[in-house]
């Protein structure tokens, strides 16, 4: 077993890292950084892959332990409650930190490429290690405070790195939007933490969900009978918690922010807006999980809703989208919203529990292929320097081996079996199947819709008419700071694209119910051939229709679109939910509540001091007068009194 | 550890820069006295530490008591608990920052650092005083050097900012000396603290004295709706007066409310607090509102200033010992942050000469050091872990949500609500004037000079020990705050 040092470094190295580029790197590592950075983070994931698999080898029995192997109390806030910076190792936070290291591994290597050159090259990468140390923190937290701690840490990563090329006016509001949307959900978070500690007196993960769970706790109890509006206090924790979950893995309606964070570099959006952070709602919601299943299995069907929800209209969207980052990023949300509703449909424990294991093994394969295609994505747009399809087209013989992974990618998100995203999504399916009909149609016709845009995008960049962008044989890159480069970018950006085909192609063949299920005891999984022929036909159907329209450049798409006028422009336009937001941020937030509070404050409540002084002074000048220094008026106003009080005692008081 | 040297440094440092004969000698005489001082304070910390350690329980160490004026009753009686060195702490990091900012001040130089001195030695005094009359004699003569800073070396409108703020400080004054006397009367006639603390003092008179103290107190610390001398006040003043407004002077009121209205009066401040609960929030909210809406960036940050302090108050009338605990610190916490806020914003108008956010932008290709401190601060203010603002926010809000029912749980949420709001302001700030296309006049202004790079990362420091490390702090008060909630609980 390796010792908690050992694993205390996974998250620490790469805080080293950002410590060292983001104080030096300026000046000391101009050139180096990329290198620094990346060989600390090698260093990080071959640890986190040997915890990984001593973990997983290690266990004599057949369940696999939780345990704490570090904690320190960080913050006491009383006798009870405190935060504690600990280390909780499980098989999903072991699950995690490989994903995260691996993939935050490919896209430093990547960066190496593609980042070349960059005015603020160490920035990057001290921003990149400061964002892989705080999602590791995130996966290993043995305290619902110190997660959320690193969950805000990630936040402001990501606000930092989707800022990047701070010039940029959009990347400026992009940035902003998401930290703030997210940060609007993460207040739903703090809440649910508070409630939830009140009730449990407790914020350690495995406390929190002993007591929660177990029919005989007290805690239980008051959770459960408490209620405020008619829902019980544990049922409001969860849904705030959940809505901290939600906002960071843009689930609708919280998912504004996700598309235009696709301003950030293309290997930022690769690990964060693809592989990892935006998976963080759907760890938290499984690493509460039997709380949701025990005791609130009310809010675990609300959190399934949402995620079909936004499976759906993420899936509607991304057909419609010509700028193939926000169709990565809307494909991204509705694959999210497979994991999220699996984790709803599914049970606490055997095979009831398969939608958990379904989730946690989609999380996995989904970082693969998504991070490939973000990677590839980020070689083609390296090529054509353009976001929108229509500048790309016929690239498969420019770009070979990106050409190669980005179909493997393709298969595997479309559910083509035998790649990963087959296994994982038909789990899934089977999942919601036995327990929920509606979501499980959802699933079936979203997965239709995936394969579809997947392959549009596929054939619109690879195969059509090439753009004139695409035909120009040499490129000065902007991005490249001047440098010119041909063909795919090296070898840099070569291997990560290579090592991820690899995972995509094959990380289905793991058992991966053996190792993560929904309490501790090995699921068999096993496949229904004849449930799977539907998926796969309509699979197959979408990959056709999408060859159909757009291998070869025609009308076919423009007809399609024209006959769906109405509901083509609304999905286009992303359903106007991005509106309705600045309806009420500009409208009301701005106009209706800060305006009026700004005024209030300069003219009524300042006002009324300036009154008071002014009154003050106008009265003070009336009164000096009768301070004239004059003798004479003096002697008046005293023979006045003094009439004045002779007059009272001989007729008032007499 | 001898208290006296705690006022005896910046008193001496004050008479040597009076007495000093040129520019440069005021400011290293100025520099090396702050540094003494810093010195002292951190030596204080750790002679505090270690006597607590050593197991010495008493209330307040290092106690001392010299009859000043026998037949009133008034002594000079010293002494310092946690939050005393707290606040201590605070004060030498931004006397120390303050002074080192100042550094190019070409008007009146000498008449400025000796203000400056002045001021932080008020400040000094008033945190170790342990009796009522001396406590109000140091409040006081940290009164008139912001008067002056403000109305001689400000800018804007400042004579009326200057008369603004001292008008209602001086009515804060006249409130906490009714209050006072109040106190003595109804004592027997004491002035001492720590034997006021352990009279009964009647309910009803309670009830008439506390809201004197805690609105007079107030005042100093932005209590709404009296804090509308802190947009003007802070707006007008250079940039160490802000720091010290901001970072000391409001720090002030907060210590006074907690140190001598809810201490010495507990059913006052049970009686009142639903009100202070219902006034703070509204300042948490509503001073994040208006912040949103201004264009200045010092208005942003004394704005923001009110919204954060509420905080300190709203901590202060949840009455628990956690929220009581972040109350206090917040009081650290803000004042560091906004120290080193104002401190920013002084360097970025010395180069760019305007404080408009909206006629910036790009400024972090000329000056990567001072916008990277902006956004540390920034994020700071948000409330980002692992800087101080968080571990204070987040204590108050867990102490606050141990109050069950339904008022506090509704002033507790509309509080958090703030960290939103705070968020859309702050990346407004620092979205429109350290990013975006930078204007092609800017592109000759240089970066931080050594002196402001020292004070930044002084301040820096501050807020990094306290966010990633806010054990010591919570430690250094706990027992404070247990006195005085034993106080409260009537033990």
Known sequence: MPNATTIALIPLLPLAGFLLLGLFGRTAFKNSAGIIGTLLLLA??????????????????DFYRREVPLQLTWLRFSENLSIDMGILLDPISVMMIVVVTFVSLMVHIYSLGYMKGEERYPTYYAFLSLFTFSMLGLVLSSNLFQMYIFWELVGVSSFLLIGFYYNKPSAVSAAKKAFIVTRFADLGFLIGILVLSFYSGTLDFNTLIARLTS???????????????????????????????????????????????????????????????????????????????ISAPAVLEFVGWIGAISAIIAAIIACTQTDIKRVLAYSTMSQIGFMMFALGVSKYGGEEGLGYTASMFHLFTHAMFKALLFLGAGAVIHYVHSNEIKDMGGLRKKLPITHITFLIACLAIAGVPPFAGFFSKEEILLAAYENNTPIYWIALITSGLTAFYMFRLYFGIFWSKPSHLSQMPIHSGERAGG???????????????????????????????????????????????????APVVLGL????????????????????????????????NKFYIDEVYLFITKKILFNLVGKPAAWFDKN???????????????????????????????????????????????YVWK | MNLLLIILIPLLTAVAVLLSRNKQQVKWISFAGAIAQLTLSLVLFFAFRNERAAGNTAQMLFEQNHPLFPAWNINFHLGVDGISVAMILLTSFVLIAGVLVSWNIEKMTKEFYFLLILLALGAFGFFISLDLFVLFFFLEISVIPKYLLIGIWGSGKKEYSANKLALMLMGGSALILVGILGLYFSSGRSFDLLQLSKLNISTSTQHVIFPLLFVGFGVFTALFPFHTWVPDGHSSAPTAGSMFLAGISMKLGGYGCLRVATYLLPEGAKEYAS????????????????????????????????????????GIAMLTQTAMTGAVMQMVSHGVMTALFFAVIGMIYDRTHTRMV????????????????????????????????????????????????????????????SIVVTAVYILRAIGQTAMGPIKAEYLQLKDATWNERLAAIILVAGIVAIGVAPFWLNDLLKPAIEVIMSKIAGK
């Open chain 1, 44 to 61: 990080s994931t071959v640890l986190a892959v040997y915890t990984a698999y001593d973990y997983f080898t290690n266990s004599s029995v």
């Open chain 1, 215 to 293: 029919p005989e706790s007290s805690e239980l109890k008051t959770a459960v009978t408490s209620s405020f509006l008619g829902i019980s206090g544990l049922s409001w924790a969860l849904v705030l918690i959940f809505i901290g979950g939600a906002g960071k893995s843009a689930m609708f309606p919280l998912h504004i922010w996700l598309p235009d964070a696709m301003e950030g570099p293309t290997p930022v959006s690769a690990l964060i807006h693809a592989a990892t952070m935006v998976v963080a709602g759907v760890y938290l919601v499984a690493r509460l999980f039997p709380i949701f299943a």
């Open chain 1, 483 to 533: 440098e010119v480069h041909k063909g795919e970018g090296g070898f840099a950006m070569m291997l990560p694209l290579i090592l991820l085909a690899i995972g995509a192609a094959a990380a289905g063949f793991i058992p991966f119910g053996k190792y993560v299920s929904s309490d501790g005891t090995p699921l068999e999984t096993k496949f229904h051939l004849v449930f799977s022929v």
């Open chain 1, 541 to 572: 159907t979408g990959i056709f229709t999408a060859m159909w329209l757009y291998k070869k450049q025609n009308t076919r798409p423009d007809k399609l679109a024209a006959s769906l006028n109405g509901f083509y422009k609304t999905a286009y």
């Open chain 1, 604 to 650: 009524v409540v300042d006002g009324l001091i300036n009154f008071t002084g002014n009154t003050t002074q106008i009265l003070s000048g009336k009164i000096k007068k009768i301070q004239s220094g004059k003798v004479q008026q003096y002697a008046i106003y005293f023979l006045a009194g003094v009439i004045g009080l002779a007059l009272l005692f001989i």
């Open chain 2, 275 to 314: 009100i202070i609960i219902v006034l703070s929030a509204i300042a948490i909210l509503y001073g994040a509102f208006a912040t949103m809406m201004q264009k200045d960036l010092k208005y942003i940050n004394a704005y923001s200033s009110v919204s954060h302090v509420g905080f300190s108050l709203l």
């Open chain 2, 358 to 417: 909206g006629d910036m932008g790009g400024l972090m290709k000329v000056m990567p050091f001072i916008t990277t401190v902006l956004f540390i601060v920034g994020l700071c203010s948000l409330g980002l872990p692992g800087l101080s603002g968080f571990v204070a926010e987040m204590t108050v809000f867990v102490g606050s949500w141990e109050n069950a029912d339904a008022f506090h749980r509704i002033a507790t949420i509309a509080a958090a609500a």
